[in-house]
């Protein structure tokens, strides 16, 4: 770690708690849509973040933070649906949530497991900032720390894949 980066560690984790607890709240519920599923999760995000402060970096803490709500959101809906508790989800959400699911049987579910074994972790996150939050290429760039045309690569490369997982 150089002289510009800092550790999670050397942070005090209650005042990020109070300047990004906020944020973090929102976001685990516009994808969770339950207020106390969002709640336990962003507890959560955060014991999360002090278990592994030694390893990370403090340089964006929101970016980071952001990242991680939305990756344990993700990792939750999947576990919601394995036990049949499901929430009401957005079901374009619910599908890229589901898309590693090995247990699936429906043919949707089988084709995104098959995309997304086929890509980086990072697309899904991609994929879900970009399709389902909305956000423009240049914001889901700034939050996964791409280029614009790598962000934009990869989504080209998403639909390449479909397509052609579609017609097998």
């Keep these: 770690m150089n002289d510009t980066e ?16 906020p944020m ?3 976001r685990c519920m516009h994808l969770l849509r339950d207020a106390q599923r969002a709640a336990d999760a962003t507890q959560e995000v955060f014991v999360k ?16 933070l ?12 999947r576990d919601y649906k394995r ?6 989800t957005d079901p374009l959400l619910e599908k890229i949530a589901c898309g590693g699911d090995m247990e699936s049987k429906h043919g949707a579910r089988s084709v995104l497991r098959k995309l997304f074994d086929r890509s980086p ?4 996150t991609i994929a879900v900032l970009h399709l389902v939050d909305g956000m423009t290429l240049e914001e889901t760039a700034r939050e996964v720390k791409m280029s614009v ?4 690569k990869r989504l ?4 390449e894949t479909l397509v052609e997982l579609e017609g097998i």
């Design 121 to 124: 972790q990072s697309s899904r």
């Design 49 to 64: 973040l002090l278990e592994n402060r030694h390893r990370l970096k403090a340089e964006y803490p929101s970016s980071l």
């Design 24 to 26: 973090v709240q929102r």
């Design 156 to 159: 080209r490369g998403l639909r």
């Design 149 to 152: 045309s790598g962000v934009r």
């Design 6 to 21: 800092t550790a999670i560690q050397d942070m005090d984790a209650e005042a990020l708690f109070r300047k990004y607890g």
């Design 83 to 88: 036990r049949g508790d499901c929430a009401d």
């Design 66 to 77: 952001w990242t991680m709500a939305t990756n344990h959101c993700m990792n939750k809906l």
